[in-house]
């Protein structure tokens, strides 16, 4: 009963701080309308995203309350209001911003109504707060990974304060539905499932920045899933740090393979790609749903991070090398056609050789379609960054360069399985390089660029696989 009346006043509260934060937009928008008023033109913003899907999925929240305000969003820091939406997984993130806030601080010289605001997991940071206060005073909005729902209030606050707004919360179990968006693609989205992560990998800060996990009721999943599919979406990617977990603090529990069975179900949806799945709990349900599903995307990331069991078990992984191989093994036994990609870090704490070996032994036993292979990075208040047994520079290159070599060559080798094929990809944008090219995406993740009309981006179209160049394909349109 007790849980109930929590769950119902959980429901009620998250329903009135929608109503509250809507409010909050209005108000922001009295304020926004003075300064077109003021300004001669309707104020700019731009929103900057640095790290990960789930901060691009935190960016376009705050693009849509910031449109919903009165704001025009464009991609140029010129722009009346800047905000960054940082990361902090690696040091060089945090370095990043730094140097780029000096510039935004001499474009502020040059327009001193302009308006500078930092949020997102660097901001977590005790240190990084005490850094800005005292060497970029001209920054005049801070937040952290928490309290993103109240952008709109924390916006009035800062067009009613003197100087530097600062509003960091060590955690929350708040969870706020129906707040606007402004999606960076009309035809795919990502879905927050869940936030935080419980699993403390000791070279990890996200734990730190991001908090308990806590996951969003299933009826808000699907009632959000639904509505975007109503708008022209065909692919969702859920996102959490790790899905697996998916589930656990709900007063009805569901697992993540539940939770696919349901989105399955959802008319007009054709894609379900999702990130992360830790190995340590991977499901055999999972594999299952993954197996029947028409829908479900035939890509995995599973982050391996190291190939020694000694390194794993440093790095809090709570799996083996074996165990992590017999999972690859029953994946691809249950799944043939699925692409695996993974994560790798060189050069945890104590790593020798011989354990980059071991990485590399499980590159070839698994073959990857492509992995992101990292060089450690010692973050301040992780366990690793206490170790002792740091390992120096040149070591870790050497090792890196090895992996590196190695993930190139299988990769190239296994990308290169589907020469000749025909498969159906997502056209989801002009190319880069070549604007007389599209690029599409296979539902196995690989890219594949070829010549067809505009017209068929957002769509899902069959494509003759013709070269395969390493991590990619040339292809032409199959009529
Ligand atoms: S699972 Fe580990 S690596 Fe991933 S976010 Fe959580 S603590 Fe970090």
Redesign the pocket.
């Known amino acids: 009963m007790n849980e109930l009346k929590q769950s119902i006043t959980d429901k009620l509260n998250s329903h009135e701080e929608t109503q509250r934060q809507l409010a909050y937009i209005q108000k922001a928008g009295e304020y926004v309308r003075k300064l077109e008023q003021e300004l001669g033109h309707k104020p700019t913003c731009c929103v900057t995203t640095f790290g990960c899907q789930m901060n691009a999925r935190d960016s376009e929240k705050l693009s849509g309350i910031l449109e919903r305000a009165g704001y025009e969003l464009i991609e140029d820091e010129d722009a009346d209001f800047v905000i960054y939406n940082t990361c902090t997984v690696r040091d060089n993130a945090n370095q990043r911003v730094y140097g780029r806030l000096g510039h935004l601080n001499s474009l502020k010289k040059k327009n001193p109504h302009k308006k500078i605001a930092l949020c997102g997991c660097m901001m977590q940071e005790p240190s990084v707060i005490e850094k800005i206060r005292q060497s970029y005073r001209f920054v005049d909005l801070i937040f952290g990974t928490h309290n993103i729902y109240k952008f709109a209030e924390l916006l009035v606050n800062m067009f009613e304060a003197d100087g530097m707004v600062i509003d960091i919360w060590q955690d929350t179990d708040q969870i706020v539905e129906d707040l606007p968006v402004e999606r960076k693609y009309p035809f795919k989205s990502g879905i927050n499932i869940m936030f935080g992560?419980n699993?403390?990998?000791s070279y990890?800060i996200?734990?730190y920045v991001r908090g308990r996990e806590r996951s969003r009721s299933p009826r808000d999943i699907i009632r959000e899933i639904e509505s975007l599919v109503a708008d022209g979406v065909v692919e969702v990617m859920l996102l959490g740090?790790?899905v697996n977990s998916y589930g656990k603090n709900l007063e009805e529990p569901m697992t993540f393979a539940q939770l696919l069975r349901e989105i399955e179900k959802i008319q007009g949806l054709k894609r379900i790609r999702f990130m992360?799945s830790?190995p340590k709990d991977l499901s055999d349900e999972l594999i299952q749903v993954m197996k029947e599903s028409t829908k479900i995307c035939r890509h995995l990331h599973l982050p391996l991070q190291s190939g020694s069991s000694r390194i794993l078990n440093a790095m809090n992984r709570r799996y083996t090398k074996e165990q992590y191989l017999a999972l690859a093994e029953k994946i691809r036994r249950e799944i043939p056609d699925i692409s695996i990609t993974t994560d790798i870090i060189v050069g945890f704490p104590g790593e020798e050789p011989a354990d980059v070996d071991e990485t590399i032994d499980v590159i070839q036993k698994v073959q990857y379609d492509n992995a992101f292979t990292f060089i450690y990075s010692k973050r301040t208040g992780t366990p690793a960054a206490a170790m002792e047994n740091q390992v120096p520079e040149e070591v870790v290159k050497e090792g890196f360069d090895r992996v590196l070599k190695v993930v190139q060559d299988t990769a190239r080798e296994r990308v290169s399985r589907l020469q000749g094929q025909t498969m159906e990809a997502l056209v989801e944008e002009v190319n880069e390089q070549d604007a007389s090219l599209l690029t599409g995406r296979l539902s196995n993740n690989t890219i594949v660029h070829f010549k067809g009309d505009k017209k068929l981006i957002g769509q899902i179209v069959p494509v003759y696989l013709k070269e395969c160049h390493g991590f990619y394909y040339l292809g032409e349109a199959v009529k």
Do not use: L, R, S
């Open positions: 992560c699993n403390f990998c990890c996200v734990p740090q790790n992360t830790h």
